[in-house]
């Protein structure tokens, strides 16, 4: 029996394309080159199953052009670019890599929310630029973390991580506002209280952004939110683009009505909002919050055992839409 063909669309360390080697037909792109909507349907109709980045999309569309396919492993655990009902009736199994990345990207997002506090990019800045000759008292006055107010904004296992390095590392109050509330026990393990969201925006000093991406979570961060919060408060978001208004965001951050921010994405990644790259009092990294070697290999070999799974045995290790599994 021939073996199934796939297709890895981005780059990926060469220790997941040689564990997949044994078992399927592999198109790579170790190129890293970025396709066009009709180089990917080209593309993919050609395969029985793909490893995706969460970049590329599996919709109605792509779907009713490729009839072979069966399984798309997405490497992140986000996977807004997928249409899941859709691949669900086309029969097409849905995964992502979630858990293998949490903790890694809960210390980059509390790393960042600390360097947005701490106003540490202005002072590299300020040193790079040769204007330090002499230190201030006053200078640089950032905002305090320890013993300060979190507030987290989707409390799944990224969100509750950071919580418990604020409470138990920092002394942080944390409060949260989620879909829907966590167990007691979850609850005391991070120190958190349930709130709503308009109080929480009220009451942070930082506030840390961790809710996926969908059409309902657009612009959860707009205008009428960040008139919300203290002037003295910092907004960080390390979950999707799209999750705040990136141009709310920089007038918000140019007036003062906010101190702040930290951003690890943006709306239209790679681009950043011109406004957002005027503002001084702004954090900006390049969506890096998993990106350590042993987690983004782990999240590859995830995405790649779910796919050996899926042919071999007729299952996948964390399956979005299971009823499409015999």
């Not at 990207?105 to 990019?121: E, H, K, P, V, W």
């Not at 952004?209 to 003295?232: F, Q």
């Not at 987690?295 to 779910?306: D, E, I, Q, S, V």
Request: some cysteine; overall charge neutral.
């Amino acid at each position: 029996m021939s073996k199934p063909r796939i297709v890895v669309t981005r780059h990926v360390y060469q220790e997941a394309l040689d564990h997949l080697a044994p078992h399927f037909h592999v198109t790579h792109n170790q190129s890293d080159q970025a396709y066009t909507l009709d180089e990917w349907i080209a593309l993919l109709c050609q395969h029985h199953g793909a490893l995706t980045m969460g970049i590329e999309p599996v919709n109605e569309q792509v779907l009713s052009a490729c009839p072979n396919l069966r399984i798309c492993a997405n490497l992140s655990v986000g996977y807004n670019n997928f249409d899941v009902p859709a691949m669900t009736r086309h029969k097409v199994v849905a995964t992502n890599a979630p858990d293998v990345l949490t903790e890694t990207t809960a210390d980059f997002g509390f790393a960042l929310m600390m360097a947005t506090a701490r106003r540490i990019t202005e002072g590299e800045n300020y040193i790079r630029r040769g204007d330090w000759h002499k230190w201030k008292l006053d200078f640089f006055c950032g905002a305090e973390v320890h013993g300060s107010t979190l507030g987290i904004i989707g409390m799944g296992r990224i969100g509750q991580a950071i919580a418990r390095r604020a409470a138990h590392g920092f002394g942080m109050k944390v409060i949260y506002h989620n879909r829907s509330r966590l167990a007691p026990d979850l609850e005391a393990a991070c120190k958190a209280s349930y709130v709503h969201k308009e109080a929480l925006l009220q009451t942070a000093d930082h506030v840390v952004l961790v809710v996926p991406y969908s059409k309902e979570a657009h612009h959860t961060i707009g205008a009428a939110e960040l008139a919300l919060m203290k002037p003295s408060a910092t907004l960080v978001n390390i979950a999707r683009g799209g999750i705040v208004d990136d141009l709310a965001l920089a007038q918000a951050l140019q007036s003062g009505q906010i101190a702040a921010a930290g951003l690890d994405v943006f709306e239209g990644e790679p681009k950043v909002h011109p406004e957002l790259l005027k503002c001084h009092n702004v954090v900006l990294t390049p969506h890096i919050a998993s990106s350590t070697k042993s987690t983004r290999l782990g999240m590859a070999m995830l995405a790649a055992n779910n796919l050996i799974s899926f042919f071999n045995e007729g299952r996948v290790l964390t399956p979005l839409n299971p009823e499409v599994l015999p």
